[in-house]
């Protein structure tokens, strides 16, 4: 999966800030080979990001639904800004795109609806402007 150029900067930023730690923790950092780890370099609990999520969405008064809806969320956003199923299925780690289909057979009668909405208005829009 390719990602865009922002992330690919926040994520070698954070190695950087990670690598600078590592450097001045010297003996005491436990290197491990994930990105996301303890202060030490220590395997972060698998937890640890849920909970902070958790936090963070009390903290600012937002309804928490769990760092799972974040994968039905992208693929919704993907369906409905027009990439096809074929990408979309890849991104979410499916091996058909039968199974993108059955999952988020809604969202993308959804996003027919929509385009076919777009073309009808268009159409509207062309004849009013004839008449």
Not at 57 to 62: D, I, K, N, Q, T
């Given at each position: 999966m390719k990602l865009p150029v922002e992330v690919l900067q926040l994520l070698?930023?954070?190695?950087?800030?990670?690598?600078?730690?590592?450097?001045k923790l010297g003996d005491q950092w436990k290197g491990c080979?994930?990105?996301?780890?303890?202060?030490?370099?220590?395997?972060?609990?698998?937890?640890?990001?849920?909970?902070?999520?958790?936090?963070?969405?009390?903290?600012?008064?937002?309804?928490?639904?769990g760092l799972h809806a974040f994968r039905p969320l992208n693929a919704s956003l993907m369906i409905n800004s027009g990439i096809d199923i074929k990408t979309v299925s890849a991104s979410l780690g499916h091996s058909q795109t039968s199974t993108t289909l059955n999952i988020y057979a809604h969202t993308l009668e959804e996003s027919q609806t929509r385009a076919s909405e777009a073309v009808a208005n268009k159409i509207r829009f062309g004849r009013e402007k004839q008449a």
């Open positions: 070698w930023e954070y190695r950087d800030e990670q690598t600078k730690e590592r450097i080979d994930r990105l996301f780890t303890k202060w030490d370099g220590e395997p972060m609990h698998p937890n640890t990001p849920y909970e902070w999520l958790k936090r963070f969405c009390a903290a600012h008064g937002l309804r928490f639904l």
